[in-house]
Every structure is written in structure tokens, then in C-alpha cells.
């Protein structure tokens, strides 16, 4: 505990020091209104938290009374308690805590994108082919073929009776161009036979496996390129006198 004492005159509480109060039987000077009283009237005790030493007066002057050598200074004001703050994480450590999530976020965002747009992904970049059959086998789905049918055209079709002995079977053979520079499906062709007057008699749809060899490629369609068709057909004994030939996917 510290000794502090009171001015009488302006109330203002000092810090003294017992050797202090004892060497001048107990006058002191206020530091404020330069009252001469003694501190031992008024001693009370505080905590001694954040007081400042008392100063001591050079030696007195002749003319001056040796019982007010000592002049007490005001105690210091006590600073009020600091809060105390949650310690926040740094930046770099939220940062550190959000890497792995987001990167499987990334991951899941990129795989969705992939299976959605896989058949863009193919025509953009054809060399990802074997990447995205590889997905497609873990996914359990396929690399669907581009289908632009107005990329296709029919440059030339002939139907014809066929050379063998029955006079029923015709032949029909066309050119069909994939004018995308990319790979397609291979189309289906809607052969439609009619009459004199142009009116269907009976139509049927060949697919890549009934037109193409068995030796050739029929699972792609190569962008710019041309594949001949030929195959052939029982009429039935329809007198059929025309055809019209298109392209389809089914």
C-alpha cells in the first residue's frame, strides 16, 4: 500500500513517501495551489498502481520556511483496463483452411463441366478423345459423336435393279460428304420408293451398318471426307417408278 494525502485546499490527492512526511514533521507544499498544510492530517491509503514518485525541491532559500521543502505531486490517473480481444487467424491461415475444399470444389466443377459438355469438348479439341473415353468408362457414359445434319450432304445417289437373277432386288448406291471439319456420326438414309406420280409407295431407313462394308470404319463419320454407299433392296413387286433419298439421324 502507498501513503497518499489530500490538499485541503483544491482536494487534489498526492503521493508521499513516510521519509518524506517524517522529515518535515509532516508540511508539504501542494503542486497545484502551492498551499502549505500537513500531510499527516489527511493520510489515506490506496493501491500502489500507476503513481508517480513524489519531486523534491531543491534546497530552500533563506528567506523560506524549511517546512515546505517538499512539494507533492498529483498521483497519475490510473489508465482504465484494456479489453481483452479475441486473437483473430491471419488471413493466410483462412486462406491455408479454404485450399482444400475449394480444390475439390474445382475438381467436381471441372468433372461436371466435362460430362455435360464432353461431345463440345471432342469437337474443340479432337486429341482429348482418348481422355474423355476414359472418363466415359469410369462415368459409365459415352462420347456422343457431333450430329449437324445441315454439315452433310448427299453428292450423288442412283438406284438401280440389281445384276443378280431375281428382278425384285435393286441396288442403290450413293456419295455422302461431311463438309465439318470435324468427325460426325454416321447418318441413317430414309430411301422412299414412289409411284408415277411421285406418291410413296414404301420407305425404309438404312443404317450405317447395312450401307458400309463390314471392313470399314462405321463408327465415325471423318470431318471433309466422302464414304460411298451401296446397298440393296427387295421391292416386292411394287412397280416402284422413282425414290427420293435423305439423311437423317435418328
Known sequence: ???VTRCPGCHTIFCLTGGQLHSHNGDVRCGQC????NGFAALIAVPGVCIQPVVILPPPDSDQSGSDNVTAMPIAETSPPV????????????????L????VLLVLLLSQLMHAYRTEIFIAFPAFRPVLDKYCTLMQCEVDLPRHLHLLSLESSDLRVSSSADPDVVELSAIIRNHAPFPQAL???????????????ANRIFTAKDY??????????VGGSEIQ?????????LNAMGY????LYP
Do not use: G, Y
Open 34 to 37: 502551492k498551499q502549505v498544510f
Open 187 to 201: 447418318p441413317a438414309l430414309l430411301l422412299t420408293l414412289t409411284d408415277t406420280d411421285e406418291k410413296p409407295l
Open 212 to 221: 458400309l462394308d463390314s471392313a470399314a470404319d462405321q463408327s465415325v463419320f
Open 83 to 98: 479489453d481483452h480481444f479475441d486473437i483473430q487467424p491471419s488471413a493466410s491461415r483462412i486462406s491455408r483452411r479454404w
Open 229 to 237: 454407299v451401296q446397298c440393296f433392296l427387295n421391292t416386292n413387286q
Open 1 to 3: 500500500m502507498t501513503l
Open 100 to 103: 482444400v475444399p475449394n480444390a
Open 244 to 247: 427420293k433419298l435423305e439423311l
